[in-house]
């Protein structure tokens, strides 16, 4: 990492100037297990567009030097789809409570620097700060160990989860649809959810 990087945070419309950037950052990272997700920019445009007319969306940005290299966003979750809002309304949860977070991606070169935590602490305090919100959570898909794209060496992310304090809700699940790097069509995919008090 150089010293030419930095982090900054970014809210609703101040977020459209770097969709296309954060598109193609999406597009990179998540074809990685185990999203392992061909998107495209069409579908991307579409799906941040919601955090550019969220005012009280976040997007935090990483740069190195005019480069985006990394990125972390959040929004209220009232603000999401109904994918996402439907497990938590059957639950009897109320969603004008919750902060909802979206990706945390780095190019490989910059992980393991800290990044992750001052995305966690970012979005965190950003939430706090707008006295809504009881809870904060994320979602992320669940494949089995014996995925056949399933890296040798990966280590699923559940232990860092738990050290930013956020637990599994194996009764708060959605399904999402995209199309797998190895398929030829879409297919729907189970996300389970992580909450964590504020």
Request: aromatic share 14%.
């Amino acid at each position: 990492m150089t010293s030419l990087v930095s982090i900054q945070n970014f809210h609703g419309e101040a977020i459209f100037p770097y969709l296309r950037d954060l598109a193609q950052l999406r597009i990179e990272i998540f074809r990685e297990f185990p999203y392992l997700y061909d998107g495209s920019p069409e579908y991307e445009k579409e799906y941040l567009q919601t955090y550019v007319n969220s005012p009280e969306s976040i997007a935090v940005l990483v740069f190195d030097g005019d480069q985006l290299v990394g990125a972390s966003t959040g929004l209220p979750l009232d603000h999401e789809t109904d994918e996402f809002k439907k497990p938590f309304l059957k639950a009897g949860l109320d969603t004008n409570t919750i902060f909802y977070c979206g990706e945390s991606i780095l190019k490989k070169k910059y992980r393991g620097l800290g990044i992750y935590s001052e995305f966690m602490q970012r979005r965190e305090k950003h939430a706090k700060s707008l006295n809504q919100f009881e809870k904060i959570c994320f979602c992320a898909v669940s494949r089995p160990d014996d995925h056949p794209l399933r890296p040798q060496n990966y280590t699923p992310l559940d232990k860092v989860w738990n050290k930013f304090g956020y637990l599994k809700q194996e009764n708060l699940r959605t399904f999402y649809t995209w199309k797998d790097v190895d398929q030829k069509k879409e297919s729907s995919k189970e996300m389970i959810f992580w909450l964590k008090d504020l």
